[in-house]
């Protein structure tokens, strides 16, 4: 049998497209990791559009909470199903106690939500 010759261009049939997979279900609203990306990215593109390179800028809400006063909004929020019963260590990050004034004054950026009890909808 005579090795196979390839076509010459232009001979070859058309090549059928894949068949499409169904777009991808979006994120919950209520999801954190949703939160925490879209501020992440909409601060990556301010900053990206100042032109600040080179510079570390934090985002965040300026509304420090422990990890207990984390924990107890969420069990308020109704939003789940478990509530939180308590932790099993004590070391570790003791909960979000950050400030961001010279992002939000250099960049001009503020986060989706004013606080994370916002973002559960305790306060508005």
């Known amino acids: 049998m005579p090795p196979a010759r390839a076509p ?12 499409l997979a169904p777009p991808p279900r979006p994120r919950a609203a209520a999801s954190p990791r949703a939160a925490i990306e879209a ?12 032109g600040h390179r080179g510079r570390i800028f934090l985002g965040c809400d ?7 006063e984390i924990m107890d909004s969420v069990n308020r929020s109704g939003k789940f199903d ?16 950050m400030e961001n004034s010279r992002t939000r004054s ?5 986060p989706k939500y004013p606080s994370f009890t916002e973002f559960l909808g305790l306060d508005s």
């Open 82 to 97: 478990t509530k939180f019963q308590g932790f099993t260590g004590t070391d570790g990050p003791l909960g979000k106690k």
């Open 39 to 50: 501020d992440a990215a909409s601060l990556a593109i301010a900053i990206m559009k100042k």
């Open 106 to 110: 250099e960049i001009g950026w503020e």
């Open 62 to 68: 300026n509304k420090p909470l422990s990890r207990q």
């Open 8 to 19: 010459s261009p232009g001979t070859q049939p058309p090549r059928r497209r894949p068949a």
